[in-house]
């Protein structure tokens, strides 16, 4: 607005007549080459959503085929499993059967056993109380028996008493009659009680003999004898001591009389006392040491 209140006017200004130039050309040919473009473009989308349905098509037919694969092994497998399950059932079923069959037979068994189990204990109760009866008859016939064996024994012990008492008298009553080689008296036996005597009281062995007149010596403790001669009607004898690998000869010796020798076993002599003279025996005994040991 002026100072005086009234509005311009406009001004316009014409342009100038457009003069050909080569830019719209260039505009023409940019625009159709990018239709071409536009239209090359859709095209390839188009080709691109062909083979796009053409592959969603592909894999829907494959999906569809692998599904109804997967449905028909599924249900391959849900039937296999369904028979299993039918099969182990079965087996189930027979097992608890058999079962139910042996738990009859195991009890019946059972009862069996127990039976037979009392009539073992019942006749073992019946065999021990027999047993207890004969044990108590025969500590009743131990009892009489210790009682007979006591008295029997009081018997012996007087009848010991008796012939210890014999003994010593007879032991007593020995002759002791010296030797041909020891003058040393000897303990001599007369007879078999006489020579029991001896032996009881421990001090030689002594060896009884009967010896006949042979050819040959006999052999008597560890000496040999042989009979040379006899005079029974004087009781007189003659021997041959074969002792050491020597022999010595002892003449006309009487009756009850010691002969006495040496040995190089002992040092005390060996004895020979001839108490019976019979027509070619005599009848006797050897009294050795008891203590066997060099000379």
């Excluded at 047993?131 to 018997?155: E, H, I, M």
């Excluded at 000496?223 to 009607?233: F, G, M, S």
């Amino acid at each position: 607005m002026s100072e005086t209140g009234t509005t311009p006017r406009a001004t316009y200004i014409i342009p100038p007549p457009s003069t050909p130039s080569w830019k719209t050309p260039a505009l023409i040919g940019s625009l159709l080459l990018l239709a071409a473009s536009n239209i090359y473009l859709y095209t390839q989308l188009e080709h691109l959503r062909t083979d796009f349905r053409n592959e969603i098509s592909k894999m829907n037919e494959n999906t569809a085929q692998q599904l109804g694969v997967l449905r028909e092994e599924g249900s391959a497998s849900v039937r296999a499993s369904k028979k299993t399950i039918e099969t182990l059932q079965q087996q189930l079923d027979r097992q608890r059967a058999i079962a139910s069959r042996e738990v009859g037979a195991a009890k019946a068994d059972t009862q069996k056993t127990i039976a037979s189990l009392e009539q073992s204990v019942s006749a073992e109760q019946q065999k021990q109380a027999q047993l207890l009866s004969q044990v108590k008859q025969t500590a009743d016939t131990t009892s009489t028996k210790v009682d007979s064996v006591a008295t029997d024994v009081g018997s012996v012990k007087t009848d010991l008493g008796s012939t210890k008492s014999e003994l010593e008298n007879t032991i007593a009553n020995l002759k002791r009659v010296a030797g041909d080689v020891d003058n040393h008296g000897s303990l001599i036996a007369t007879n078999g009680k006489e020579l029991a005597a001896l032996r009881a009281l421990g001090e030689r062995n002594y060896f009884e003999f009967t010896v006949p007149k042979a050819k040959n010596p006999q052999k008597v403790g560890d000496i040999a004898i042989l009979l040379k001669k006899t005079d029974p009607k004087k009781n007189k004898y003659t021997i041959e001591i074969t002792a050491d690998d020597q022999k010595v000869e002892k003449k006309d010796k009487g009756i009850n009389e010691p002969v006495q020798f040496y040995t190089s076993k002992a040092k005390q002599p060996y004895e020979i006392v001839v108490n019976s003279v019979r027509k070619d025996t005599i009848v006797g005994y050897l009294s050795t040491p008891k203590v066997q040991n060099g000379r």
